[in-house]
């Protein structure tokens, strides 16, 4: 089954404890995103990759790091997770950038 | 600022109405847009995607349409049914920023029976 696979689902965690969150897809897609949800702010995009060691900011990068070493995976890092980064997250990505995109199931992260 | 506005926010129909919801946005030079749903503590699920040289869309019960000039787009719902209970999100890829997704703040559509 094609997919978007995102670990964990929720993660509770304290500040400064470096964290991963793992985004997996099976359909040999070039383009990869990373989004952050918030109530009252809406969907706003963190990293985005168009391909293999092709990564640039979003609109809110600050904070995050993104790796793409392979072209399947894209892991979301925070080397040291503030209580303002407690949001719902969520990875997506597509064929390419224009084209129809699939999102993961999403990462509620709480830090404390 | 390029931005995606939604209106309306909220939206509670009987059953069986067919509905409009819309999306707006700031400036004309696109990509493409793409209506998504999403339901209550789960990912998107992109609905309909409209390439820039694209008027419409239309997969069963839904049609979406873009008009550029305007900077507008609305999907239409046909014969609604309690099972399209979802909020509805477009957004947008301006050309400036062809990697950049904007998303609209979305429509909370309810529709009891």
């Known amino acids: 089954e094609a997919q978007v696979t995102q670990n964990p689902r929720y993660l509770i965690t304290v500040t400064g404890k470096k964290l991963t969150v793992t985004c997996s897809q099976n359909?040999?897609?070039?383009?990869m995103s990373w989004y952050r949800q918030d109530p009252g702010l809406g969907l706003r995009q963190i990293y985005y990759s168009m391909n293999v060691e092709v990564t640039d900011k979003g609109d809110v990068p600050e904070g995050y790091k993104v790796s793409r070493k392979e072209k399947r995976n894209f892991p979301l890092i925070l080397e040291s997770p503030s209580p303002n980064q407690t949001s719902l997250y969520f990875c997506a990505s597509s064929w390419r950038y224009n084209e129809k995109l699939f999102f993961g199931s999403g990462t509620q992260l709480s830090v404390l | 600022k390029q931005e995606v506005t939604q209106i309306p926010a909220a939206l509670s129909v009987p059953e069986g109405e067919n509905l409009v919801l819309n999306c707006s946005f700031t400036?004309?030079?696109?990509?493409?847009l793409q209506w998504f749903r999403q339901d209550p503590g789960k990912g998107l699920t992109s609905l309909l995607l409209?390439?820039?040289?694209?008027r419409e869309q239309t997969s069963g019960r839904l049609n979406a349409s873009l008009d550029k000039s305007s900077g507008r787009s609305t999907l239409y719902i046909a014969a609604s049914q309690p099972g399209d209970s979802a909020t509805y999100l477009c957004a947008v890829v301006f050309s400036g920023g062809y990697n950049k997704l904007i998303f609209g703040a979305g429509t909370r559509l309810a529709v009891h029976p």
């Open positions: 359909m040999n897609h070039e383009y």
């Open positions: 400036d004309s030079a696109i990509y493409n």
């Open positions: 409209i390439q820039s040289s694209q």
